[in-house]
Nanobody, 121 residues
Framework: QVQLVESGGGLVQAGGSLRLSCAASGIIRSIAAMDWYRQAPGKQREFVASITSGGNTNYADSVKGRFTISRDDANNMMYLEMNSLKPEDTAVYYC???????????????WGQGTQVTVSS
């Protein structure tokens, strides 16, 4: 069984910073893309940032220049450094990893349970 667990969320004032972590555990052969998504109250889940196995990154326009995604493949970890936070960044943040558990296994998406980020004005 593969499990993803996010951590690092909390309450911060506007202009502040937080660093989210996502840890994958279980039997994992390799991980392809890793992503962060977020869902604000009353809104649909939206894409925040992604990073490929080759280190290529992509960001939503709303977070470009403020958020930085990174990964540590040796430890099956992913991070999201969030700076210059705004009240509109308030949401539950979810991590997702596309991975396979065996050498020729099927690639599946796994999601974490989410971590709350609240930015006060």
């Amino acid at each position: 069984q593969v499990q993803l667990v996010e951590s690092g969320g909390g309450l911060v004032q506007a202009g502040g910073s937080l660093r989210l972590s996502c840890a994958a555990s279980g039997i994992i052969r390799s991980i392809a893309a890793m992503d962060w998504y977020r869902q604000a109250p009353g809104k649909q889940r939206e894409f925040v940032a992604s990073i490929t196995s080759g280190g290529n990154t992509n960001y939503a326009d709303s977070v470009k220049g403020r958020f930085t995604i990174s990964r540590d493949d040796a430890n099956n970890m992913m991070y999201l450094e969030m700076n210059s936070l705004k009240p509109e960044d308030t949401a539950v943040y979810y991590c997702r990893m596309n991975l396979r558990r065996t050498y020729l296994g099927t690639w599946y998406d796994y999601w974490g349970q989410g971590t709350q980020v609240t930015v006060s004005s």
